[in-house]
């Protein structure tokens, strides 16, 4: 009986534990376009791949993802924190961690920066109409650092 108290409660430990680096970052502040100044120009971003579904269906949308970048260049703590569908939400997170964060030279940083970055998606329909300065007009999405990704539609055959 007291090993089964003693697992639990070292699992309970555990568990604790592992919540307790997303808390570190908690009260950091937010600093806006961060990845905008000099200091980041050598970092590798690319827009993401445009969701197959949104595609399919002709939807377009946007995502704002907020993370924090560490002294270590690793990136932590990526959450959406707005999108108008939940395929463009899941390309925006996986797109901040697929950067080239780990080939930046050391030293960029000397303590943690919690920053967004929004993502904009469009269809080219061939109309003009994903042009940067349209797109940001109609916007549901935040933040100053902006990249686009424009995808084509797709129609099924059959």
Same mark, same amino acid.
């Given at each position: 009986m007291n090993k089964k108290?003693?697992?639990i409660l070292g699992l309970f430990l555990l568990a604790s534990c592992q919540n307790t680096p997303s808390d570190q970052y908690q009260s950091l502040p937010l600093t806006e376009a961060e990845l905008l100044s000099n200091k980041w120009q050598s970092l590798q971003r690319f827009p993401p791949l445009y969701p197959i579904?949104?595609?399919r269906a002709g939807k377009e949308g946007c995502a704002s993802v907020e993370y924090v970048i560490t002294p270590e260049n690793e990136v932590k703590n990526v959450k959406v924190i707005a999108s108008t569908n939940k395929y463009?939400? #899941?390309?925006?997170?996986l797109n901040v961690k697929k950067w080239?964060?780990?080939e930046l030279p050391k030293g960029v940083l000397t303590a943690p920066v919690k920053t967004t970055t929004q993502f904009q998606f469009c269809l080219e329909t061939?109309?003009?109409h994903c042009e940067q300065d349209d797109?940001?007009?109609n916007n549901q999405c935040t933040g100053r650092d902006v990249i686009f990704s424009t995808g084509?539609?797709?129609? #099924?055959?059959?």
């Open positions: 108290y003693i697992s579904e949104n595609a463009f939400a #899941k390309q925006a997170k080239k964060w780990s061939g109309d003009g797109i940001l007009t084509y539609r797709i129609k #099924k055959r059959g």
